[in-house]
């Protein structure tokens, strides 16, 4: 596990973050967005907290708390084995979310959370055909709440809160999630 924090840590999310920086960040907000969600507590004044994420029975569908803090902050540990970097000098990491979940299991990591890992992108790039087999996945509630807290971590990176790529997001992180939300009540998951 040590291996895999210290080449975390050398691999650039940003030019100012690390891969292991970002799932830190990305934990910090899902564990705040839990909070404000079970206890009421505030978030930054400008998160867009959709609606959805209050739906009665969706927190209870959520995996356990060890389990989505192991996901959370080493779901991009894949990254580290994936990047490339093109001609000119934008870094990509293709393929990063099914090689996050193979370096998990091989560390030894948890399954659910390396399943998790795996699906990380999955909600992110959610067409609205898709909408019903994501919904069934037992994995959708931490999926979505996974993606709120990686959507408000990621508004620097977006150009901050009043961008319009940040706006474009949280619309579709929005629109997406009613989506998904209304198919799991239809399902009977809710």
Known sequence: ???????M??????????????????LACF???????RHGTSVPA???????????????????PEVMAAYIEFHDCGKVHTRVVDADGRQHFPGHAAASERVWLAVGGDPLAARLMGMDM???LLRPEG??????????????????????????????PDSDSFKMKAKHLDRRGRQVVAAMRR????
């Open 1 to 7: 596990m040590d291996g895999l924090v210290a080449a």
């Open 9 to 26: 840590t050398t691999c650039p999310q940003t030019p100012t973050q690390s891969v292991l920086d970002h799932g830190r960040s990305v």
């Open 31 to 37: 564990r705040l967005l839990l909070d404000h969600l």
């Open 46 to 64: 400008w998160w867009r907290v959709p609606a959805w994420t209050a739906t009665p029975g969706l927190l209870d569908r959520v995996a356990p």
């Open 122 to 124: 999955d909600f992110h």
């Open 131 to 160: 909408v019903d087999g994501f919904a069934a996945r037992p994995e959708a509630a931490s999926l979505l709440l996974a993606s709120v807290a990686e959507v408000h971590s990621n508004a620097a990176m977006f150009g901050g």
């Open 187 to 190: 399902a009977g998951a809710l």
